[in-house]
């Protein structure tokens, strides 16, 4: 099992298997259009987290600058995300999946905050804008509707999993 101390991976796209290990976007998605149960934990339940997200094409962009440049000068280490542009609440997830699904749907609520929970984390892309001129290109929501056009289509593959 993994830890909690450790962040969860923030790429989103469509085609994630929707594991909760997988990213949160994918699979509050997954969930919401498979009906299943979904629940807002810590910082008092009411799924104020906010986290950024950023799209597999975009982290693949940077990837191939790194790989044509490999003696490029730049941090070995450099933080790379969905930024502000990206930023998202699970309480403002389950208010798109809402006008998406056009259904309500019950969303548990745990207040109890986990020891290495985080309120907020959006990525400080300066570094890497910078040293890569690099910066992700595809939105939030941009994001969130590949991933819902991708459920819609795979409806009986998401259950398999």
């Not at 498979?34 to 910082?43: A, D, M, P, V």
């Not at 070995?76 to 997830?93: D, H, Q, R, V, W």
Request: aromatic fraction near 14%.
């Amino acid at each position: 099992r993994r830890s909690n101390k450790w962040p969860r991976r923030r790429h989103a796209g469509a085609g994630q298997f929707g594991k909760i290990d997988h990213g949160i976007f994918s699979f509050w998605i997954y969930h919401w259009l498979l009906e299943r149960i979904l629940g807002f934990i810590g910082f008092g339940g009411k799924g104020k987290q906010v986290r950024d997200f950023f799209s597999p094409e975009d982290l693949g962009s940077l990837l191939v600058k790194q790989m044509n440049s490999p003696n490029h000068k730049a941090p070995k280490i450099i933080n790379a995300g969905g930024g502000l542009k990206s930023a998202m609440s699970l309480y403002e997830l389950n208010d798109y999946c809402k006008q998406q699904f056009g259904f309500e749907k019950q969303i548990k609520t745990e207040s109890e905050t986990r020891p290495f929970d985080l309120p907020y984390y959006v990525t400080d892309n300066s570094e890497v804008t910078k040293h890569w001129d690099w910066s992700p290109q595809q939105t939030g929501i941009q994001i969130l509707d590949d991933i819902v056009k991708y459920a819609r289509a795979n409806t009986q593959k998401l259950l398999s999993l």
